[in-house]
């Protein structure tokens, strides 16, 4: 491996982790119980806790690796810059935190508006979809182009007689067709 390669590994390396406890701690030593606690994994299961991606945060973590799941945190999106997008920040379960910024306003000059719309030809008016409404329902053409006919059934298509004929399955008679 060479030393470009390294280094980039060591650069994909998140800041931070999102750690769930998956097991109950009940019946499991007390060293066990401290660390959760420590971290703030003992209240709820499947709670999720954000951590410092540091090795003496690590080395507990690995004692207790067999109760959690660790997630490292990924910045699609790119970083918070200002408090108030920490507003409409979101952590997912796959561990990517989404950051959702603040729009700023802009100026009413900035912004053109055209005064006449534009006619187009294949526009509907409200008469005009009345009409063609009412056309489909006239003709029972109701859902037509979601739901093509195409039923050709023919008579005994499965090849088994016994389910069409009523009389054979009723009742005492049914022990004659086994």
């Given at each position: 491996?060479?030393?470009?390669?390294?280094?980039?590994?060591?650069?994909?390396?998140?800041?931070?982790?999102?750690?769930?406890?998956m097991?109950?701690?009940?019946?499991?030593?007390?060293?066990?119980?401290?660390?959760?606690?420590?971290?703030g994994?003992?209240?709820?299961?499947?709670?999720?806790?954000?951590?410092?991606?540091?090795?003496?945060?690590?080395?507990?973590?690995?004692?207790?690796?067999?109760?959690?799941?660790?997630?490292?945190?990924?910045?699609?999106?790119?970083?918070?810059?200002?408090?108030e997008?920490?507003?409409?920040c979101?952590l997912?379960d796959n561990?990517?935190?989404?950051?959702?910024?603040?729009?700023?306003?802009?100026?009413?000059?900035s912004i053109?508006?055209?005064?006449?719309?534009?006619?187009?030809?294949?526009?509907?008016?409200?008469?005009?979809?009345?009409?063609?409404?009412?056309?489909?329902l006239?003709?029972?053409?109701?859902?037509?182009?979601?739901f093509?006919?195409?039923?050709?059934?023919?008579?005994?298509q499965d090849?088994?007689e016994?389910?069409?004929?009523?009389?054979?399955?009723?009742g005492?008679?049914?022990?004659?067709?086994?």
């Open positions: 491996m060479g030393r470009e390669e390294r280094v980039k590994k060591e650069q994909e390396v998140s800041k931070l982790h999102m750690v769930q406890r097991k109950d701690l009940s019946g499991r030593p007390y060293w066990e119980k401290e660390i959760c606690e420590k971290y994994l003992d209240t709820k299961l499947y709670k999720k806790v954000v951590l410092k991606n540091t090795p003496s945060v690590n080395k507990d973590l690995k004692s207790v690796a067999h109760m959690i799941k660790i997630t490292p945190i990924t910045f699609p999106y790119g970083l918070p810059e200002s408090e997008d920490f507003e409409h979101n997912q561990g990517e935190f989404i950051v959702k910024k603040k729009l700023e306003s802009m100026n009413e000059d053109t508006i055209d005064k006449e719309p534009k006619s187009n030809i294949w526009e509907m008016d409200f008469l005009e979809l009345k009409k063609h409404a009412r056309n489909k006239d003709n029972w053409d109701i859902n037509s182009e979601f093509t006919p195409e039923h050709v059934y023919e008579y005994n090849k088994k016994h389910r069409y004929f009523g009389d054979k399955a009723m005492g008679k049914r022990k004659d067709w086994y």
